[in-house]
């Protein structure tokens, strides 16, 4: 076992929800030395060419984590690992933490194709494709940002890849959207945490009228300029918005995930010229913390 690889343990949780092996033509043969490729390759960021020989093909494992990214393969085994974690009382549901990170694109990552891509087979587009590839310009150069949602273990909950230049707040609610932990034992997925926590960038009255329908309580700063217009406006104004500084001490635990996550060097620099394949290599380093004791 080389350094990175999966332990015994932690195959021993993945396993059980990967494709089939040993079908036709032996296409899915071998997962672990594959998916070993994968991870070796999200850690160090290096070409996709230039992957160890101890992991076969290069071309074989690029081509498993395009195709999973594609159609679904990895949502799917993120979210049934996640479901494992809760099964096991390992999520913190008493405060899920929204923030967002930019991720400095390689010049590699530009260039893709104009046209639209294709499942490998199929022809519906890949289920994470955007237009605009993720991608957004600034006097730095290239750059896209990642909105994540993090639990209280310090671990992603779900997350959506943007173009650099996009503001916080009106991302909020799609990404509060893709929470959604299946329950084996039965049941609707889980979608909703206790409380949110997020910083002034998220104070808006279309995110608080959100939570506020959907009985999440949110611990989330007025800014100045909106404390003072609504104070302005008198009665119509509204209420103030209630704000705890000890709860708001837990937003730091969002900010440990980021940090977590972007240990991966293929997440804290893109070099994926796809949205699609992008999204894939972020959630296989959240799938490589959500398998961590």
């Given at each position: 076992?080389?350094?990175?690889?999966?332990?015994?343990?932690?195959?021993?949780?993945?396993?059980?929800?990967?494709?089939?092996?040993?079908?036709?033509?032996?296409?899915?043969?071998?997962?672990?030395?594959?998916?070993?490729?994968?991870?070796?390759?999200?850690?160090?960021?290096?070409?996709?060419?230039?992957?160890?020989?101890?992991?076969?093909?290069?071309?074989?494992?690029?081509?498993?984590?395009?195709?999973?990214?594609?159609?679904?393969?990895?949502?799917?085994?993120?979210?049934?690992?996640?479901?494992?974690?809760?099964?096991?009382?390992?999520?913190?549901?008493?405060?899920?933490?929204?923030?967002?990170?930019?991720?400095?694109?390689?010049?590699?990552?530009?260039?893709?194709?104009?046209?639209?891509?294709?499942?490998?087979?199929?022809?519906?587009?890949?289920?994470?494709?955007?237009?605009?590839?993720?991608?957004?310009?600034?006097?730095g150069g290239l750059t896209c940002k990642?909105?994540?949602?993090?639990?209280?273990?310090?671990?992603?909950?779900?997350?959506?890849?943007?173009?650099?230049?996009?503001?916080?707040?009106?991302?909020?609610?799609?990404?509060?959207?893709?929470?959604?932990?299946?329950?084996?034992?039965?049941?609707?997925?889980?979608?909703?945490?206790?409380?949110?926590?997020?910083?002034?960038?998220?104070?808006?009255?279309?995110?608080?009228?959100?939570?506020?329908?959907?009985?999440?309580?949110?611990?989330?700063?007025?800014?100045?300029?909106?404390?003072?217009?609504?104070?302005?406006?008198?009665?119509?104004?509204?209420?103030?918005?209630?704000?705890?500084?000890?709860?708001?001490?837990?937003?730091?635990?969002?900010?440990?995930?980021?940090?977590?996550?972007?240990?991966?060097?293929?997440?804290?620099?893109?070099?994926?010229?796809?949205?699609?394949?992008?999204?894939?290599?972020?959630?296989?380093?959240?799938?490589?913390?959500?398998?961590?004791?």
């Open positions: 076992m080389g350094r990175g690889d999966l332990t015994n343990a932690e195959w021993g949780r993945l396993e059980p929800h990967l494709p089939a092996s040993g079908q036709r033509g032996g296409r899915w043969s071998d997962h672990r030395r594959v998916i070993n490729g994968i991870l070796f390759r999200v850690r160090t960021g290096i070409p996709w060419r230039d992957l160890p020989e101890r992991f076969g093909s290069w071309k074989t494992v690029y081509e498993r984590h395009r195709r999973w990214s594609a159609d679904g393969t990895w949502d799917r085994i993120l979210r049934a690992v996640q479901a494992d974690a809760d099964l096991a009382g390992r999520i913190d549901w008493s405060m899920v933490s929204v923030d967002s990170t930019s991720c400095r694109a390689h010049q590699h990552a530009a260039g893709a194709r104009k046209k639209k891509p294709r499942i490998p087979k199929k022809k519906r587009t890949p289920r994470h494709h955007r237009p605009d590839e993720g991608l957004g310009r600034s006097r990642i909105h994540l949602a993090g639990e209280g273990g310090c671990r992603p909950m779900a997350f959506l890849v943007t173009p650099g230049q996009w503001g916080d707040a009106p991302q909020m609610i799609e990404v509060l959207e893709r929470i959604a932990v299946p329950r084996p034992q039965g049941g609707r997925p889980r979608t909703r945490p206790d409380r949110l926590g997020g910083d002034k960038a998220y104070s808006s009255r279309r995110n608080r009228r959100y939570l506020r329908r959907r009985q999440i309580k949110h611990t989330i700063p007025e800014p100045k300029d909106q404390r003072a217009n609504r104070t302005r406006r008198g009665s119509k104004g509204g209420r103030p918005t209630g704000f705890d500084s000890e709860i708001y001490k837990r937003r730091n635990e969002v900010e440990r995930t980021i940090n977590r996550l972007k240990n991966a060097r293929a997440v804290a620099t893109r070099y994926d010229k796809r949205a699609y394949v992008f999204q894939g290599t972020v959630t296989v380093a959240a799938i490589r913390l959500w398998l961590r004791p």
